[in-house]
Every structure is written in structure tokens, then in C-alpha cells.
């Protein structure tokens, strides 16, 4: 009897250890690219949601994590008090959204702003965008969107 009782226990045992070891690894590794091309703030800060959620549900050292903004998606890096200089209709980079916007850079979210919005849109990314600093810039965004695909990265938009 006793013998069955222990023999029920290490096999409970066993389960539960290989268990935590499988949730660890639910997800593994992961490349994302989330794509932000809208202005909608509500939108953007649900995007910033998602992905801190994606971050804690994988681990940011299991995750590389890319945002890519082009068009309308760059009003999610505009300050409001710079949109004048600018073709954009929205500035929604308020200092809730660059708190979220730090927080996720924290923890290794790369933000890449596309090259052809800039010139189109009359946007300095020095000026007028929060935190870009010239290694953010791509040439193109949908480019960039298409090389990080074909890099096995998966495509998000929220």
C-alpha cells in the first residue's frame, strides 16, 4: 500500500515538474513585426497593449519585437505641440503614450520609422517625432515590413 502511494506521488511529482517545464517553453522564441500605418490614438494605444502583453506572455528574452510605422502610423511618435509643422492630422505622442512608448523600448521593442513618410509628410524625426534617432529610420516602410517577413519574423497588425 505504501509503496503504491509513493509510486502515485513520483508520478504526480513528475507531472507537475514536466509541466512548469512546458508552460516555460509554450510559446519559445518569437520575431514579430507589428505594423502601424493609422492615426487613430485609441488604436495605436491598443497596438502598445497588445505587444506589452505579447511581451509577457513570451518574455522579452524569448522575443524580438519590431514595430514599423509609415504614413499615419508616424502620428503615433508626433508630439502634439509639432504637428503644425507637419502634413500629419494627428500628433498622439501625449506623455501617457511616451511613457508607454519608453516602457516598451525598456524591454527591447525596436521602433523603425519609414524614410519616404518623413520627406512626405514634412516630418523632422529630431524635431518633431519622440525618441527616433537616425538608426530608427528605414528607407521604406512596407519594404521593411516585406524584409523582416522574409526574415521569418511574424506579421501583426493590430
Same mark, same amino acid.
Given at each position: 500500500?505504501?509503496?503504491?502511494?509513493? /509510486?502515485?506521488?513520483? &508520478?504526480?511529482?513528475? !507531472?507537475? +515538474?514536466?509541466? +512548469? #517545464?512546458? #508552460?516555460?517553453?509554450?510559446?519559445?522564441?518569437? *520575431?514579430?513585426?507589428?505594423?502601424?500605418?493609422?492615426? @487613430?490614438?485609441?488604436?495605436?494605444?491598443?497596438?502598445?497593449?497588445?505587444?506589452?502583453?505579447? &511581451?509577457? $506572455?513570451?518574455?522579452?528574452?524569448?522575443? @524580438?519585437?519590431?514595430?514599423?510605422?509609415?504614413?499615419?502610423?508616424?502620428?503615433?511618435? !508626433?508630439?502634439? @505641440?509639432? !504637428?503644425?509643422?507637419?502634413? /500629419?492630422?494627428?500628433?498622439?505622442?501625449?506623455? $501617457?503614450?511616451?511613457?508607454? +512608448?519608453?516602457?516598451?523600448?525598456?524591454?527591447?521593442?525596436?521602433?523603425?520609422?519609414?524614410?519616404?513618410? !518623413?520627406?512626405? *509628410?514634412? &516630418?523632422?524625426?529630431?524635431?518633431?517625432?519622440?525618441?527616433?534617432?537616425?538608426?530608427? +529610420?528605414?528607407?521604406?516602410?512596407?519594404?521593411?515590413? #516585406?524584409?523582416?517577413? #522574409?526574415?521569418?519574423?511574424?506579421?501583426?497588425?493590430?
Amino acid at each position: 500500500m505504501k509503496s503504491k502511494i509513493a /509510486l502515485t506521488l513520483l &508520478i504526480c511529482t513528475s !507531472l507537475l +515538474i514536466g509541466g +512548469i #517545464a512546458v #508552460a516555460g517553453d509554450l510559446y519559445g522564441k518569437q *520575431k514579430v513585426v507589428y505594423h502601424i500605418n493609422y492615426d @487613430d490614438p485609441k488604436t495605436q494605444a491598443g497596438a502598445l497593449r497588445n505587444i506589452q502583453n505579447h &511581451i509577457n $506572455a513570451v518574455g522579452e528574452e524569448d522575443l @524580438d519585437l519590431k514595430v514599423v510605422m509609415h504614413g499615419k502610423g508616424l502620428s503615433l511618435l !508626433l508630439t502634439p @505641440d509639432q !504637428l503644425e509643422n507637419t502634413k /500629419l492630422k494627428l500628433g498622439n505622442a501625449t506623455d $501617457a503614450m511616451q511613457t508607454k +512608448i519608453t516602457g516598451l523600448k525598456n524591454q527591447g521593442v525596436g521602433f523603425e520609422v519609414c524614410a519616404n513618410t !518623413l520627406k512626405g *509628410k514634412k &516630418i523632422n524625426y529630431e524635431d518633431d517625432l519622440f525618441d527616433v534617432d537616425e538608426a530608427d +529610420i528605414v528607407p521604406s516602410g512596407v519594404a521593411e515590413v #516585406a524584409k523582416l517577413q #522574409a526574415m521569418g519574423y511574424s506579421y501583426i497588425k493590430p
